[in-house]
């Protein structure tokens, strides 16, 4: 897909051929991956929970660390395993200084979603499960 004058056009059929041949090549990365892992475990976002912002979307900015980010960029953290069909299960792994979650994702191979909802299931045995932030 190309974007011009503010428009998507769509992608000619050379071009999802392409696109598509790029898919089946991650699977396959993912899938060489988990035959010597059973699950990945990466951030669900650079940041914590945070306050809702109910500004226009475009000029809503987020920090991590000593660096803001457009809020726009947010999805990029759960997109490597979208195209693929990767199975993912979200879950808090504890809190920050101000109480509030933090949260990993748990991506699992292809039509496998019971395995990242079972290793949620003994993070939670293992560590305890959800807890309210205070004021919630």
Do not use: N
Not at 18 to 39: C, I, P, T, Y
Not at 70 to 98: C, F, H, K, N, S
């Amino acid at each position: 897909m190309s974007r011009r004058a503010g428009q998507w056009d769509p992608a000619s059929h050379r071009e999802w051929i392409q696109l598509d041949r790029r898919r089946f090549a991650l699977a396959a990365q993912w899938g060489r991956l988990f035959e010597e892992f059973d699950v990945v475990l990466c951030p669900a976002a650079p940041v914590t929970a945070f306050p809702h912002d109910t500004g226009a979307f475009h000029q809503r900015r987020l920090a991590s660390g000593d660096k803001t980010f457009a809020y726009g960029l947010l999805p990029l953290w759960i997109a490597p395993p979208t195209p693929t069909g990767q199975p993912v299960t979200i879950m808090p792994i504890g809190r920050d200084p101000a109480g509030l979650p933090i949260g990993m994702q748990i991506i699992g191979p292809y039509l496998q979603d019971r395995t990242t909802i079972a290793f949620a299931g003994l993070v939670e045995q293992a560590f305890g499960g959800f807890v309210a932030p205070p004021g919630y």
